[in-house]
C-alpha cells in the first residue's frame, strides 16, 4: 500500500485504468482523468455537487450505457478499482478532486489481492445499495434532472461558484425533455402587451418601481398552465410574422429563468412572467445547456424551418394558441435534428 497525493494522484490513477468507480461527485471533465471504454460500473450521488450533464455524457460513452451507472444518495466514498490495483480516498472524479491545484486531496494505492478483493465486495454492496434506491433507469434520469435548477440557483444566490461553460451540441445529451424552454418571440412587438409593474412589485419586493429598469434584463411570459419553472434556461429565437420561420437577422440567445410571477403581463393570455434579473441584481449561472456558435444557430434555424417542428413555432389549427407543455413533445427530436443538421451543414 502507497500513500498518495496531489499531483500523484492523477498519475496513479492513470496506472490503475479504472474499471469500477464509487465517487460522491462527478464534473465536467471526467473524461480527461479516465478512459470511459474501460468502464464497467460506476456509482455515485445523484445530488448537489454532481454535474449531471457530464452523467449523462459519460453514460452515452460507455459501454452499458445508462445500466451500468447507479446512483446513491448517501455516497461519500471515492474508490478507483482497476484489474490489479486500486486507489482509494479522498478524491472525486473532478478537476477539483484530481487537479491537484484546487484542492488537498489524499488516498491509498493498493495492489495487495485481499485488500483488492476487500474493496470489490465493498463496492458490490454500494451497487446493492444504489440498484434498491433507483433500480430503473427511468428514476435515475429523473432523479438527476432534479440537480441543474438547484445548482443555477446556488449559484444565482451566491452560494456556489460559476462553473466552467462551453458544452458543445455535441457533447449535449438531454436528461429529459424539460431540460430547458425552446421559445419564440414575435419579430414585432405586440400592441398592449407590457408588464404589469405593480404584481411584479408585489410578488419579488427586492424589486422597486424606479429601479425596475436596472434589475431586469429580459422578461418574456406563458399560459398560466406552462409548466415553466425558476432556475431554468429558456433558447429564445425570433419568429417571422408570416409563415413562422425563424428569422435569419435575430440571433437565437440564452435566457436564464431567475424569477416567475403569475397574472405579471397585461393585455394577452399569456400572463405569467418569466423574469431574468441583471448581473447588478442576480447572479446569471454558467451553465447554459451548449454553445451557441454560428453553425449550431443555422442547424437550429434549418430544423425550425424543415416543417417537422411545429409544435415549437405554431399551430396551423384555428384558435389553438401556442403552449410551452406541449412543446416538451418535440424537445428531444428537436435537438437530434440540430445535431444531425449540424452535421450536415
Known amino acids: 500500500m502507497k500513500y498518495v497525493y496531489g499531483m500523484d494522484i492523477q498519475k496513479y490513477l492513470k496506472e490503475v485504468a479504472p474499471e469500477y468507480i464509487a465517487v460522491a461527485y462527478i464534473g465536467a471533465t471526467w473524461a480527461s482523468h479516465i478512459d470511459p471504454n474501460l468502464i464497467k460500473e460506476i456509482i455515485v450521488s445523484p445530488t448537489l455537487g454532481t454535474d449531471a450533464k457530464a452523467v449523462a455524457v459519460l453514460a452515452n460513452r460507455i459501454k452499458g450505457k445508462w445500466d451500468s451507472i447507479h446512483l446513491l444518495d448517501s455516497l461519500h466514498a471515492k474508490i478507483y478499482l482497476g484489474k490489479s490495483s486500486a486507489l482509494v480516498g479522498s478524491f472525486n472524479l473532478s478537476q477539483n478532486g484530481l487537479s491537484g491545484e484546487h484542492k488537498h486531496e489524499a488516498g491509498f494505492l493498493v495492489t495487495e489481492g485481499e485488500q483488492l478483493r476487500e474493496?470489490?465486495?465493498?463496492?458490490?454492496?454500494?451497487?446493492?445499495?444504489?440498484?434498491?434506491?433507483?433500480?430503473?433507469?427511468?428514476?435515475?434520469?429523473?432523479?438527476?434532472?432534479?440537480?441543474?435548477?438547484?445548482?443555477?440557483?446556488?449559484?444565482?444566490?451566491?452560494?456556489?461558484?460559476?462553473?466552467?461553460s462551453g458544452t458543445s451540441i455535441k457533447d449535449y445529451h438531454p436528461l429529459g425533455s424539460e431540460d430547458f424552454y425552446i421559445c419564440w418571440e414575435p419579430a414585432q412587438s405586440v400592441k398592449g402587451v407590457k408588464l404589469d409593474h405593480k404584481a411584479l412589485i408585489n410578488s419579488l419586493p427586492d424589486l422597486a418601481e424606479d429601479t425596475l429598469e436596472d434589475q431586469v434584463l429580459h422578461w418574456t411570459n406563458f399560459r398560466p398552465e406552462d409548466s415553466v419553472k425558476r432556475g431554468r434556461w429558456i433558447l429564445?429565437?425570433?419568429?417571422?410574422?408570416?409563415?413562422?420561420?425563424?428569422?435569419?437577422?435575430?440571433?437565437?440567445?440564452?435566457?436564464?429563468?431567475?424569477?416567475?410571477?403569475?397574472?405579471?403581463?397585461?393585455?394577452?393570455?399569456?400572463?405569467?412572467?418569466?423574469?431574468?434579473?441583471?448581473?447588478?441584481?442576480?447572479i446569471t449561472p454558467s451553465t447554459e445547456p451548449f454553445v451557441l456558435d454560428k453553425k449550431t444557430i443555422q442547424a437550429m434555424r434549418s430544423a425550425l424551418s424543415s416543417g417537422d417542428f411545429a409544435k415549437l413555432i405554431d399551430y396551423s389549427t384555428p384558435n389553438i394558441e401556442w403552449s410551452l407543455n406541449d412543446s416538451f413533445q418535440q424537445f428531444i427530436p428537436f435537438i437530434d435534428a440540430i445535431k444531425r443538421y449540424t452535421v450536415d451543414e
Open 236 to 282: 429564445l429565437w425570433q419568429r417571422l410574422a408570416k409563415g413562422g420561420k425563424p428569422s435569419a437577422n435575430f440571433r437565437p440567445y440564452w435566457f436564464y429563468i431567475h424569477d416567475v410571477v403569475e397574472n405579471a403581463v397585461k393585455g394577452t393570455p399569456y400572463s405569467t412572467a418569466a423574469i431574468q434579473r441583471k448581473p447588478a441584481s442576480r
Open 119 to 164: 474493496i470489490k465486495a465493498h463496492f458490490e454492496m454500494l451497487k446493492k445499495l444504489a440498484q434498491a434506491s433507483y433500480p430503473e433507469n427511468i428514476q435515475k434520469i429523473a432523479q438527476l434532472e432534479k440537480i441543474p435548477p438547484l445548482l443555477n440557483h446556488a449559484v444565482a444566490e451566491g452560494v456556489f461558484p460559476n462553473p466552467p
